[in-house]
C-alpha cells in the first residue's frame, strides 16, 4: 500500500473512531479500513448484477483498484426482466469476465456464476457456485477478519449462503445497495430489494453483520457523462470499456445516478457518509443517511486516474 494510501486510511479511521456514538452517529462498521489481525487489508468478496446498469462496473473497477482491498472473489447475479433471470445472471456472468480479462485479474480473483433464480420460499435457498464460494471464503477468513461481502444487485447469493451454512453468520459482514429508508425503517421498495424479496427479509431477519446503502440516499447521486470522457475516454483497458458500458447501455443521458459507487466510498472513505443505527426485526442495522456526491465524486476520479490505478493493477 503507497504511504498516501496509508494514511488515508489511518485519518478515515481516526475520524470514525472520534464521532459520537449513538442513532445519528457517523460511527462506522466495524469492517472499515480495519481488521482486528493488524492488518488494514479488508477481505472483500463482490455480488453483482453485472449487467443490469451502468453502474455496477464503474463500482466494481473502484474496488480492483483499492489497495485496501483484498478481493477475494466476484460473483453473479441476474433480475427480473424481460430475458429472464437466468439470462441476465448469464450476462452479467459475462460482463465480470470482460473486467478482468481486461486487467490480468481471471486467474487470480475467483468468479463463480450465482444464482440463476430468486429464492422460491423464505426457506430455500437457491444453491449455486457464488453461494458455496461466498460460504468456503467466509469459513476460510482468518481469525478476527471477517469477510466483507458487498451485493450490488438482487441478495439472492449471500442470502442463499447463510441459508445453507447458517454458521457463518459470525463470519461475514454484508454491505448492500438496496432497499428505501422511510419513517426510520427499510422497506423492500426498489429494484434490488425487489429482485428477491425473500433474499431481502432473510437478510434483515438473520443477524448477519448488516450496512444499508438505500435508495433514498443515493437517489441524487449523478455522475456526468462528460467527467467520463475527460478521465477515461481514449485510456484504453477497462477505462474505455466504461465509456463504451454507458454508451451502449445510454447513448443518450448527459447524466447517470450511479448508486453503487457509494457503497464502496463510503467503506473506504467512512468521513464521506453519515452512518446511522436502526433496530429492525429485533436485530441492529448500519444505514447510510447522507453521502458527500462532491468529495465522493473527487476520490473516485483520484483513485481510478492512471498513475495510481495502473501500478495498483500491477501490485496485484
Request: proline content about 7%.
Given at each position: ?21 449513538g ?30 446498469e ?30 429472464g ?17 481486461l ?38 477468513a ?17 442470502a ?70 475527460a ?5 484504453g ?18 447524466q ?11 467503506i ?30 473527487a476520490?473516485?476520479w ?15
Open positions: 500500500m503507497s504511504m498516501t494510501a496509508t494514511l488515508r486510511v489511518a485519518l478515515g479511521l481516526l475520524l470514525a473512531l472520534a464521532s459520537p456514538t442513532p445519528a452517529s457517523a460511527q462506522a462498521p466495524k469492517g472499515e479500513a480495519q481488521e482486528e489481525s493488524g492488518t488494514s487489508k479488508l477481505l472483500v468478496y463482490i455480488d453483482t448484477d453485472m449487467a443490469n451502468v453502474d455496477d462496473p464503474y463500482a466494481v473497477y473502484r474496488a480492483l483498484v483499492a489497495p485496501e482491498f483484498e478481493v477475494v472473489g466476484l460473483s453473479s447475479v441476474g433480475w427480473n426482466g424481460p430475458r433471470f437466468p439470462a441476465n445472471t448469464r450476462e452479467s456472468q459475462t460482463l465480470i469476465e470482460d473486467v478482468l480479462g486487467m490480468d485479474l481471471a486467474d487470480r480473483i475467483p468468479h463463480p456464476i450465482g444464482a440463476l433464480n430468486p429464492m422460491p420460499a423464505a426457506d430455500s435457498p437457491v444453491d449455486s457456485p457464488a453461494a458455496r464460494d461466498i460460504i468456503a471464503r467466509a469459513k476460510a482468518p481469525a478476527g477478519r471477517k469477510l466483507q461481502v458487498f451485493v450490488l444487485g438482487a441478495y439472492t447469493n449471500v442463499s449462503a447463510l441459508l445453507i451454512a447458517p454458521e457463518i453468520k459470525d463470519k461475514i459482514a454484508v454491505h448492500v445497495m438496496g432497499f428505501n429508508l422511510e419513517d426510520g425503517q427499510l422497506k423492500p421498495t426498489e429494484f434490488n430489494t425487489q429482485g428477491d424479496p425473500l433474499a431481502a427479509a432473510h437478510l434483515l431477519k438473520c443477524g448477519v453483520e448488516l450496512n444499508v446503502m438505500p435508495n433514498t440516499t443515493t437517489g441524487r447521486f449523478l455522475w456526468a457523462k462528460a467527467d467520463v470522457d478521465h477515461f475516454k481514449g485510456r483497458g477497462v477505462p474505455d470499456y466504461l465509456v463504451q458500458r454507458w454508451e451502449s447501455h445510454a447513448p443518450n443521458d448527459k447517470r445516478v450511479l448508486w453503487d459507487i457509494a457503497v464502496f466510498e463510503a473506504l472513505r467512512p468521513e464521506l457518509a453519515t452512518r446511522s443505527e436502526i433496530v429492525q426485526d429485533g436485530n441492529r442495522i448500519g444505514v447510510w443517511t447522507k453521502i458527500d456526491i462532491e468529495r465522493m465524486r476520490d473516485y483520484a483513485a481510478t486516474k492512471p498513475a495510481e490505478a495502473d501500478a495498483t493493477s500491477s501490485d496485484k
